[in-house]
Structures are given as C-alpha cells and as structure tokens.
C-alpha cells in the first residue's frame, strides 16, 4: 500500500541526521546545470539537507529551501550556519509551496519527486513548480530510474529502499522508480515546457522552464 505524505515526512524526519550527515557533496549534473546561471531569487525543492541551497546561495541573491521534513531543515540550517551562506527554510509540502506566482528565477528538484507517493502528487508537483517559476525562469528535476544498473525492470514501479542507520536499524523509504519514457510523460503532461530531457547516473534529468502560454 502507497504511504502517506505524513508517513514519507515521518521517515525522513526519523533519519535526518544520518541522512544529511552523507549528503556533503552537490550532485555533478546541478553544479553544471548551474554554472554560469544567475538569478534574483532562486528555490531548493526538496532542499534537504542544504547542498544544493549552498550552491545556489553563489548564483542568486535570494535562496529559498523548501522540504516537507522538519529534521532535514534543521540539518539545513546548521549547514548554512556554519558554511556562512544565506537560505530561506520553509517546511511545506512539494505540491503546495508558499511562493507567489511567477516569483522564482531558478530552480533545482532533484531526488525528491519520487518520494511522492502517487503518480497524481508528482504531477501536483511539477505543477506547482511550474506555477512559480518565472516565464524566463528555468529549472533542472530529477528521479531515480530504471536506467539505473540495481534495477532490473524496464517499467516504472513503486518500490521501498532500506536505509540503515548506525546501529543497524533500517528504515524503509518509499520510491517510485520511473522509466526514463514514464518521466518524460510525467513532466510533458504538466504545466512545465521541457526544454531537455536525459539520463545520467541512473537518474532521469529534465531542464524546464515555466508554465505553457
């Protein structure tokens, strides 16, 4: 049975500490998404623990990191404390952001849409990012794939992924693993106008920008 967004929220806040304690590094694929990009005001969708905030915190002059755990803000907020760069946190839920419309220049939503329990929740989503994405605003969204070499299927399924913590307790967390074609569908289907969409790593990319005309 699908988990609740209550429940994927409850998972992460369970394992926040661990989690973002080997979440150093930004991902290769948003560090070339971004570079050379600049913006006024720019959002972390699914921000976690603040990597990627942290990287556009050099890009644009506002930073807004969005995520619907609690624990993952906090790990957030200790990162921007002691690396010295500036975010917004809110807690909120993907598919409901607390932004006007048209109010964000930039964007990165990486490895969180498919934490979203429904396939109705993940166009949600896109939807609402599509929302406050500015008409020359543009943004980079990914998720896990079936592309990937631990997965044997050709088409997208849900699926848990145990995450163990010190000690050896594990922690099941909900996925959906989506084709690379389910994904293109997904974000055509939406408010958003792909402008690229790729695989790399085992991970469906697609660069969009705001809502269709």
């Not at 998972?11 to 998404?33: G, K, L, N, Q």
């Not at 050099?58 to 404390?81: F, K």
């Not at 088409?155 to 848990?160: I, L, N, R, S, Y």
Request: aromatic residues 8%; proline residues 4%.
């Amino acid at each position: 049975m699908e988990p609740t967004s209550r429940e994927v929220r409850a998972t992460y806040d369970r394992i926040a500490a661990h989690f973002a304690s080997t979440r150093e590094y930004a991902w290769p694929e948003v560090e070339s998404f971004l570079d050379g990009r600049e913006a006024d005001t720019a959002l972390d969708l699914g921000c976690g623990n603040g990597r990627h905030a942290e990287v556009l915190a050099s890009n644009a002059r506002r930073v807004v990191g969005a995520d619907a755990s609690a624990g993952l803000l906090a790990e957030a907020q200790v990162r921007a404390r002691e690396r010295a760069f500036e975010v917004e946190l809110v807690q909120c839920d993907a598919a409901r952001l607390p932004l006007a419309d048209e109010s964000v220049d930039l964007a990165v939503y990486v490895a969180t849409l498919h934490h979203l329990p429904t396939r109705e929740a993940r166009l949600g989503s896109l939807d609402e990012l599509a929302r406050v994405l500015g008409r020359e605003g543009v943004a980079l969204v990914s998720a896990w794939s079936t592309a990937h070499d631990r997965f044997d299927r050709e088409e997208g399924f849900d699926t848990t992924v145990d995450w163990t913590l010190p000690g050896g307790e594990t922690v099941p967390r909900f996925y959906h693993i989506y084709s690379p074609e389910e994904f293109r569908e997904d974000v055509t289907e939406s408010a958003l106008v792909p402008v690229d969409v790729s695989v790399s790593s085992g991970n469906c990319y697609a660069e969009v920008r705001g809502r269709k005309q």
